[in-house]
């Protein structure tokens, strides 16, 4: 049986974008200076993204990185299949998401 794999990757900007629309979703507070100027991904041990202004930082656990990137992912209308397995990865220092399906 065949088995589907596919990997999205986040440029930067978009992650940027992606992490700063969950934290205004979810209500988080994130510092007030304005646009972030970097955004930083961790792959070890689980991968996690941090937003920077400067000396102030805002750290996304997986879980929450993950949400991030789907509900940006569904608001650029980037198919994404519901049932299928989903994992971040960092390739090449950018976030990857991955989603695993077989039948």
Do not use: C, H
């Not at 440029?11 to 205004?24: C, F, T, V, W």
């Amino acid at each position: 049986m065949p088995i589907e794999q596919r990997s999205i990757i986040f440029s930067p900007r978009e992650l940027k974008e992606a992490l700063q629309e969950y934290a205004g979703r979810t209500k988080r507070e994130l510092p007030a200076s304005g646009v972030p100027n970097d955004v930083a991904v961790d792959g070890d041990p689980d991968v996690s993204t941090t937003l920077k202004w400067g000396e102030q930082q805002a750290r996304f656990d997986a879980m929450e990185t993950t949400a991030a990137v789907l509900m940006y992912a569904q608001k650029k209308q980037i198919p994404i299949p519901r049932r299928a397995r989903k994992s971040l990865s960092v390739r090449n220092g950018s976030l990857a998401l991955m989603t695993y399906m077989a039948d």
